[in-house]
């Protein structure tokens, strides 16, 4: 990532891919009243709102690169975000379902209705 995208080049991709990118690439952190700093470079970055999972990667594609390459090594960098969203996504579910299981268990408790 060593230069920022073109104002037409960027005017172009959001014609040709429906909308705006959102975070292209650079860094994104915060510095604190306490002179704390964080920051992180954005690069295969997964944008999480109430209404949708937004998975931003992509490369370096110059005049000499191959498409099929290009996309190959693309579905190689977001495999482990994918996996560990998987991973989430199973805990959460095994979570939610075990909670549900005790509620429902001191619900019959509260009735003496348990069996063991």
């Known amino acids: 990532m060593t230069g920022a995208p073109k104002r037409r080049s960027v005017e172009l991709l959001e014609t040709l891919e429906g909308g705006r990118r959102g975070i292209y690439s650079g860094c994104v952190g915060f510095f604190g009243n306490s002179g704390a700093v964080d920051l992180n470079v954005v690069i295969r970055t997964l944008i999480w709102t109430p209404e949708m999972l937004t998975l931003g990667t992509g490369g370096a594609i110059v005049y000499m690169s191959d498409a099929e390459e290009e996309h190959v090594e693309?579905?190689?960098?977001?495999?482990?975000?994918?996996?560990?969203?998987?991973?989430?996504?199973?805990?959460?579910?095994?979570?939610?379902?075990?909670?549900?299981?005790?509620?429902?268990?001191?619900?019959?408790?509260?009735?003496?209705?348990?069996?063991?």
């Open 74 to 116: 693309m579905l190689l960098k977001t495999r482990a975000i994918f996996e560990a969203l998987s991973i989430y996504d199973r805990r959460t579910a095994r979570d939610n379902r075990d909670k549900d299981n005790q509620t429902s268990r001191k619900g019959h408790e509260k009735k003496g209705t348990v069996e063991n």
